[in-house]
């Protein structure tokens, strides 16, 4: 029942995974990362949705991750994108969970545990992310290597794009050199006489941008849940699936030079009438907005007045909306209880907040924590 809470609208999911659906062609498998509590959303019914709309795996960073899946009674392959440590390979192998592997004593380790049937896995190539992955110059030596031990069996070959979601020159003559560096190292596998499965490299931006990169399945992760890499707005119409709302819990006059939260950052520079949200950094809500950020209620914009809290943050709903505290109306327009949108619906989206504290979409989603309940519609 709190105030505060994240929409999360899984029919804009839906249209936004047809969106990618046809832009990369019905041939193409799609992986949806659902890792970070599918971006902020809710791993399980991203996860679920996504399967009703015919991806083919998820995507997760941590292995506990995975077994939140499995719990949730999701039986589809779930690749792992993140190297777990040796304690987590027996939960690993117990979740049936797909690793991207890349160096040598990660695959023997993994192999010696393995019972029973060949545990599927993704050799991943590290082509200037530079972040894990086998050198591409040793992809053939490492796929032999999987395909030379009973108990694995080679699923995939994968790498991962530095700046694909940049149409800067110098970005995109590096996401050219990564995917070339890329398909080399597939061409070496194959001529080592050995069949790489699907071959997958693109995330967001280079769903967007570089058609070379769909191969056999692409894995955009931010794109699905509403944001577009700048440059892409009309190609991929997608729409942010999370809408953060709260409501006006108390409003007041304030008389000017009156002021208003922690510090007196903010002085009331004429009578004016001041909401109360109940939402904060403590919800999420990064404290670098006060004195940058606005909500819409009704239709209208209001900026914030002084410093976020931890659990509640004061609106500047101006001179026109002066009026009773507990009822208030003058105007019509703003009354106790009403909804308040923080981000996305009619308000800017989290890339547009991301925007003002020079961060990105991710971080404002992934962000919003456990105590803001999140409500599917
Ligand atoms: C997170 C991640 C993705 C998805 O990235 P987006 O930028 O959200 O599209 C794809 N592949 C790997 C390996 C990742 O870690």
Redo the contacts with the bound molecule.
């Keep these: 029942m709190r105030a505060t809470r994240a929409l999360i609208h899984l029919d804009v999911f839906r249209g936004n995974i047809r969106i990618v659906r046809n832009r990369v062609g019905p041939a193409r498998r799609l992986?949806v990362?659902v890792?970070a509590d599918g971006?902020g959303h809710g791993a399980v019914p991203m996860a679920r949705t996504a399967l009703e709309e015919g991806a083919a795996f998820l995507?997760v960073?941590t292995v506990g991750e995975g077994e939140q899946l499995r719990e949730a009674g999701i039986t589809a392959p779930i690749?792992l994108?993140?190297i777990p440590i040796p304690e987590e390979i027996p939960e690993l192998i117990a979740n049936k969970l797909t690793p991207?592997v890349g160096d040598g004593d990660f695959i023997r380790s993994l192999a010696a545990v393995v019972k029973g049937d060949p545990l599927p896995v993704h050799l991943?190539v590290d082509t200037g992310m530079g972040r894990v992955g086998c050198p591409p110059a040793s992809a053939a030596e490492m796929a032999a290597l999987i395909a030379g031990l009973r108990s694995l069996k080679l699923e995939g070959v994968?790498t991962?794009l530095a700046v694909s979601?940049s149409l800067e020159p110098d970005a995109v003559r590096y996401t050219k050199e990564q995917l070339a560096r890329f398909s080399g190292a597939v061409s070496d596998i194959r001529k080592a006489g050995i069949d790489p499965g699907i071959v997958h490299a693109?995330?967001?931006?280079a769903?967007a941008f570089h058609e070379d990169a769909f191969f056999d399945m692409v894995?955009?992760?931010?794109?699905?849940?509403g944001y577009a890499p700048e440059g892409a707005e009309t190609v991929l119409p997608v729409k942010p699936v999370m809408e953060l709302v709260s409501r006006i819990v108390f409003i007041k006059q304030v008389k000017k030079g009156e002021t208003v939260s922690y510090g007196r950052t903010w002085t009331a520079d004429r009578d004016t009438t001041i909401a109360t949200i109940p939402v904060g950094y403590g919800d999420g809500l990064p404290r670098r907005l006060s004195g940058n950020f606005s909500v819409r209620i009704n239709g209208g914009v209001y900026p914030l007045a002084g410093r976020i809290c931890m659990d509640q943050c004061m609106v500047d709903l101006g001179q026109n909306n002066l009026g009773p505290s507990t009822a208030f109306k003058e105007n019509g327009a703003i009354r106790r209880w009403d909804t308040v949108t923080i981000f996305g619906g009619d308000a800017p989206s989290a890339a547009d907040v991301a925007a003002k504290l020079g961060t990105i979409s991710?971080e404002i989603t992934c962000g919003i924590n456990k105590r803001v309940p999140r409500v599917y519609t």
Excluded: E, F, M, Q
């Design positions: 992986c990362p890792k971006y995507a960073a690749l994108l993140s991207l991943k994968a991962h979601d693109a995330n967001t931006g769903v894995r955009p992760g931010i794109l699905l849940y991710y």
